[in-house]
């Protein structure tokens, strides 16, 4: 069963970058197929999907957040990270990480609806 953990801080002061880290168990983040999403979701507000990641190391990047944002990933720790730069208190919400096995997609096909393993969500507030 693949299971993903997020870590990162919980407060960003505004203007900095917000720096997030999946942590992935059960399954490699490298085998075939699967694709590593951040999503997040304001208060008040759905769930808004960033960008992703996939196996093969593609990065699809959402445009609205496209400008700012930077998805990397460590294979030796089995980990993805997010970086939102220049963040201001509109970027407060729950980050979450998922992961799907999704043959014959690509890292820019999301939502994803069906099949997904997703991380707890961590609470980022930005905030001076």
């Known amino acids: 069963q693949v299971q993903l953990q997020e870590s990162g801080p919980g407060l960003v002061k505004p203007a900095q970058t917000l720096s997030l880290t999946c942590t992935v168990s059960g399954g490699s983040i490298t085998t075939k197929y699967y694709y590593w999403y951040w999503i997040r979701q304001p208060p008040g507000k759905g769930r808004e999907w960033m960008g992703a990641i996939g196996f093969n190391g593609n990065i699809y990047y959402g445009p609205s957040l496209e400008s700012r944002m930077s998805i990397s990933r460590d294979t030796s720790k089995n980990q993805f990270t997010l970086q939102l730069s220049s963040v201001t208190p509109e970027d407060t919400a729950v980050y979450y990480c998922?992961?799907?096995?999704?043959?014959?997609?690509?890292?820019?096909?999301?939502?994803?609806?069906?099949?997904?393993?997703w991380g707890q969500g961590t609470q980022v507030t930005v905030s001076s």
């Open positions: 998922a992961g799907a096995r999704r043959p014959g997609s690509g890292a820019n096909d999301f939502p994803v609806y069906d099949n997904v393993y």
